[in-house]
């Protein structure tokens, strides 16, 4: 890979189409061109309907796209089995929903562990740092809890470690604040910020609120499937 300057990148999409239905087609991304560097931290922003969730379903892996190309360090994803994307969703990516989805019937700390069982990653080292995430967030106390236990912020917080334990490259955060009150929501922001700071983690944050939208380094504007802007593109890199 040549050096730059500018770290590499880390995925790459090229006329991504995003089709659901086909007596009513919905059209819900039309030909997405985006790139998303290692490290970045950005948002997503839009009106509802924009296409924001299918976007992020989409680059997650978690939605097979209809047309186009999405690239992982270089890496036709779209040519990827199931198995090879769902190792690679556990092994590389993170992610947070408006709802914490956490497992009820299990404490903070086994919700966080959830991903290192699943990915067959458990041991000392790995268990530690899910302690360690949920100190570092200011549930230290709180590990034993459960989700019904915890309020909303909590619970937020809890699925914010749970995005990290596997020392993904990307997490990709879906109206993470949208359940929360205006003081916890930035809270929680900014714990997102300090996590970006300390560690080499790319955040891709999806949003309907300008105020959060405004503290990342880069956004996106959707509109109608589109991209209307990005902010990185209008500053000519
Ligand atoms: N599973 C689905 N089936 C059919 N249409 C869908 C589905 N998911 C989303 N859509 C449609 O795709 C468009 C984009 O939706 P979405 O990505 O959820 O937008 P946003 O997250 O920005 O609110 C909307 O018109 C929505 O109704
Ligand atoms: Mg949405």
Known sequence: MKSTGANPELLQTESLTKVYGDVQPVYALK???LTIRQGEFLSIIGPSGSGKSTLMNVLGLLDKPSG??????G???????????????NAEMGFVFQAHMLLP????????????????????KTAAKAQELLKRIGLGD????????????????VAIARALVNTPKIVFADEPTGALDSQTSVAVYELLREIHQDEQVTFVIVTH??????????????????????????EGR
């Open 75 to 89: 890496e036709e994803s779209v040519l990827w089995s199931e198995g090879r994307k769902s190792r690679f969703r």
């Open 31 to 33: 030909g997405i061109n």
């Open 209 to 234: 609120e300008q105020a959060l939208s405004q503290k990342t380094d880069r956004v996106i504007s959707l509109l109608d499937g589109e991209i209307r802007e990005d902010s990185k593109r209008a």
């Open 105 to 124: 019937e299990f404490t903070a700390l086994e919700n966080v562990l959830m991903p290192l069982r699943i990915g067959k990653a458990l041991n000392d």
């Open 142 to 157: 709180r590990m034993h809890h459960r989700p019904g236990q915890l309020s909303g912020g909590q619970n937020q917080r």
């Open 68 to 73: 186009g190309s999405l690239k992982y360090l």
